[in-house]
């Protein structure tokens, strides 16, 4: 446990000296590469998912939008606020700090062009066609050609690569013999930036950019269950079951012979592990920001 406020920790991102954390209600708050808290700002609403460029700060705000903060030393300032017609909810930004990909409520996701935060433009949307964004959806990494990424339930895998000119998301469904593709809670999504990796009846199965039943991709097991959401790092896969509290580390380079490094039970509700500074933290809401060491 590394870090606990009066508000619940849920998303966490890169500073150049330290770390972000939204904390719901409780707003943004800046952090040293110790911990310490350097920084506070109230956000307008609930802060439920921020991410980082340079010194901005792009955080969702739900119903409330998005807002964008300049950060100076120890100053957090707003610099824009923009409100969409639907809640937005999860961002990503691209490698530029140009584009931001957001989650729309649950049903829709936009293309955002950020580079004037005085004059936010939505370059493309994309609805759903059966299924919802529950949460967690975006991909922690990015394919080797820069191309960013999210999971539906049920729609399957979505990518757009506005740095090199895509504006039109491209969708990749996948079927089953019996019932459907779906991404719950045990479901996760990431890539090593050429395999995409997804988890399904607990074993790892490598998605391809064409259609295809996934039932039939071979299926790659540990000797336990690999539930949850999904973070690669370095040969090594993260995945966070935050229903059963559930946190899990695997040696994924040889994925016929997957070993468990660690497998736990925690009391903290724990969104996905993410890695900054070569440190693996966990958001765990009231739990507080948590370590995987």
């Known amino acids: 446990q590394r870090f606990v406020c009066d508000s619940p920790v849920i998303s966490v991102c890169p500073t150049d000296d330290g770390y972000a954390i939204a904390c719901a209600n409780g707003g943004i708050r800046l952090l040293d590469r110790d911990f310490n808290e350097t920084a506070h700002v109230d956000t307008e609403g609930i802060c439920y998912q921020i ?36 809640g937005i909810f999860q961002i990503d930004i691209s490698e530029s700090g140009r584009y931001l990909n957001c989650g729309y409520d649950v049903t829709q996701i936009a293309l955002l062009d950020v580079s004037d935060p005085a004059a936010i433009k939505e370059l493309t949307r994309r609805k759903s066609i059966i299924g919802p964004l529950y949460g967690s959806n975006f991909l922690s990494s990015r394919l080797a050609d820069g191309s960013m990424g999210l999971m539906w339930h049920r729609d399957g895998l979505s990518l757009i690569n506005p740095e090199k000119g895509e504006f039109t998301y491209r969708q990749y469904e996948y079927t089953r013999h019996v019932s459907f593709m779906g991404y719950g809670p045990e479901n996760g999504c990431d890539t090593d930036g050429k395999r995409i990796f997804f988890n399904l009846k607990r074993e790892l199965i490598l998605l391809p950019l064409q259609p295809c039943n996934i039932d039939d991709l071979p299926h790659y097991a540990a ?24 946190i899990q580390e695997y040696d994924i380079r040889d994925l016929n012979n997957i070993k468990t490094i660690q497998y736990f039970h925690t009391n903290a509700s724990c969104e996905k592990a993410v890695v900054i500074h070569d440190r693996v933290l966990i958001p765990g809401w009231y739990g507080g920001l948590l370590e995987l060491i």
């Open 51 to 86: 991410c980082t460029h340079n010194d901005r700060i792009y955080a969702a705000l739900g119903s409330n939008g998005l807002a964008i903060y300049q950060r100076s030393g120890s100053s957090i300032k707003l610099i824009s606020h923009y409100v969409a017609d639907q």
């Open 223 to 246: 000797d336990h269950p690999i539930e949850g959401k999904l973070t690669y790092h370095d040969n090594k896969i993260y995945a966070i079951e935050r229903a059963k509290g559930i």
